[in-house]
C-alpha cells in the first residue's frame, strides 16, 4: 500500500475547523472557554488557519488535573485552539493514513467498534471454540504502562510508514513530542502531592487512605522521548495503531484466529495451552521491537476459572458461557447514578440509558437492582 501524500491541505480548510469546533463545543466540560472563543468565532479560526498555513502553530500547555472515578488517573486537557488542531490532525491525516490497515478486532475507540464490538467477538470465539469439547485458555496480555512508555522516536517511524507529506509528519511530531515540557512533570507532582494531602485528611480507615496514596504514587511521569499526552484525538489514534505490527505479527504469522485488542489489553482464546505457551513467549519478543514491555498481569488463564475483560467476568461452564461484572464495576455505576441523581439529573438519564446495554449482557438479576437506582 502505498504511502499517502498531500494531507496536510485537508487542515486548512475553514468548514472542517469550524465542524472539529462544533464537535468541541458539544463534548467540551469547560463551557466559560468555549463561550469565550465562540465571541470572536470566524478571526479565532482564521488565525488557527493562518498558523497552520505558514507552518507556525505552537501548542500551549495543557491544564494537568487527576480524576477519581473509577481510580485516580492523569488528565491532560487542552486549550481549545489545540482540540481544534488536534482533531484536524486526527481526522483528516492520521485517520485516513492508518485506519486500512488496521486489523478487524483491534476495536478501541474505533468507529462502529469498541468495547461493543469486542464483546460480540469474544461470544463469537468462545462459541466456535465450544466446539471443539475441550478446556479453553484464555492468553491476556497486558502492556505496562502503555500511554506513557510509548516511544517517540518508534511512533514516528510507524506513521512515516504509511505518510509521505512531510508538512503531515510534522505537525504529528509536534503534537507527541509535546509531552518533553518540562512543565509537565512539574505538574503532574503538584496535582499528586495536592490530592494525597486532601486525601489525609479524609474521614476514612488509614488502610483506605493507604490504598489510595499508593494510588496515586504509581501515576507515572514522563521520561523524555517517552509517552502519548493523555486525552489527545490523536493520542488515542497513534496508540490504536502504535501496536499495528504486533496484530498483524499474531493474527497471520503466528495464526491464532481468535484475537481481540482492546487498546492495550489484548486477548488471545484457543484450546492448545502450549501453543500459547510459546506464542506468548514470542509476542513479547514482537512487542519489545517496538520498545515496550508486558506487565506482571500478563498470564494464560482457563477460561473454567473465570477472566475479566472490558469490565466483565467470564466464566465457562457446561459448554456455556457465563457473564457476569465484577464487584468493582457494579460499586462504580452504583456510586455514580447515585451522585448523578442528585446533581445532574439530565446526565443520571443518559447514563443510566447507556449502563442498561452494559448490564444486560450479563447472566444476573442484579441488573434489574441497579436501574431502580
Known sequence: MKRKNN??????STTHALNMYKTIKQNCKNKK?????????????????????????????YRIFIIKEPKYRLIMSEKV???????????????????????DSNVATRYKKGSNHA??????????????NKEIYVLKIDIS??????????????VKRKIKDK??????????????DSYVNKEIKYMVGKEIRRVKTLNISEKEKEKKINELNSIPLY????????????????????????????????????????????????????????????IKEKIETVKLKTNKKSNLYKLSSGIT?????????????????????????????????RFDYDKYIKSKASYKGFLQRCNTSLYEKMMEI
Open 223 to 282: 521520561y523524555h522521548g517517552k509517552g502519548l499526552p493523555i486525552g489527545n484525538m490523536t493520542s488515542q489514534i497513534l496508540a490504536v495503531y502504535y501496536l499495528n505490527e504486533v496484530d498483524h505479527y499474531i493474527k497471520e504469522t503466528l495464526k491464532f484466529k481468535n484475537y481481540i485488542r482492546y487498546m492495550d489489553d489484548l486477548v488471545i482464546l484457543d484450546t492448545g495451552k502450549e501453543k500459547l505457551k510459546q506464542g506468548f513467549i514470542k
Open 33 to 61: 472557554e468555549v463561550y469565550r472563543f465562540s465571541l470572536n468565532l470566524n478571526q479565532n479560526i482564521n488565525e488557527i488557519l493562518t498558523k497552520l498555513y505558514n507552518e507556525n502553530y505552537k501548542f500551549d500547555k
Open 81 to 103: 485552539e489545540d482540540k481544534i488542531v488536534n482533531h484536524l490532525v486526527a481526522k483528516y491525516i492520521l485517520l485516513p493514513a492508518v485506519e486500512h490497515s488496521l486489523i
Open 309 to 341: 475483560f472490558l469490565g466483565y467476568t467470564f466464566k465457562s461452564k457446561n459448554n456455556k458461557l457465563i457473564i457476569r461484572y465484577n464487584t468493582k464495576t457494579s460499586r462504580r455505576i452504583t456510586r455514580r447514578l447515585k451522585n448523578l441523581k
Open 119 to 132: 464483546f460480540k467477538l469474544f461470544n463469537k470465539y468462545v462459541t466456535r471454540l465450544f466446539q471443539e
Open 145 to 158: 504502562k502503555y500511554f506513557y512508555n510509548i516511544d517517540h522516536e518508534e511512533c514516528i517511524r510507524l
Open 7 to 12: 494531507l496536510y491541505k485537508n487542515i486548512l
Open 167 to 180: 508538512k503531515a509528519i510534522k505537525i504529528i511530531e509536534n503534537i507527541i513530542k509535546t509531552t518533553n
